[in-house]
């Protein structure tokens, strides 16, 4: 079972910032797609940003600009940094990584979720 440990939420003041890691229990070449989503109370968890296969990253229009997306194979992290928040930042994170076989969906894989709470 892949695992993915998140760290890095927690409180921050509006234009701030905040760093999100996230560790793979298995090799990122292995996964077609990662990426970080984020989900209000209430809501569907939607993608804030995300690899797809070797691709540049693409990014939620709300936070283009904002947010940036990184990966590290040889550590199989995956980070989130985000600069200049507000409290509509506020929310759970998550980040995920899907695993594709012969061009089907095999498995979808999530954090714990993390919580980022901006407020002054």
């Known amino acids: 079972q892949v695992q993915l440990v998140e760290s890095g939420g927690g409180l921050a003041q509006p234009g701030g910032s905040l760093r999100l890691s996230c560790v793979v229990s298995e090799s990122l070449f292995s996964f077609r797609s990662m990426g970080w989503y984020r989900q209000a109370p209430g809501k569907e968890r939607v993608s804030v940003a995300r690899f797809i296969s070797g691709g540049s990253p693409s990014y939620a229009d709300s936070v283009k600009g904002r947010f940036t997306i990184s990966r590290d194979s040889a550590t199989n992290t995956m980070d989130l940094q985000m600069i200049s928040l507000n409290p509509e930042h506020t929310t759970v994170y998550y980040c995920?990584?899907?695993?594709?076989?012969?061009?089907?969906?095999?498995?979808?894989?999530w954090g714990q979720g993390t919580q980022v709470t901006v407020t002054s």
């Open positions: 995920n990584v899907r695993r594709d076989w012969l061009g089907v969906l095999k498995g979808l894989y």
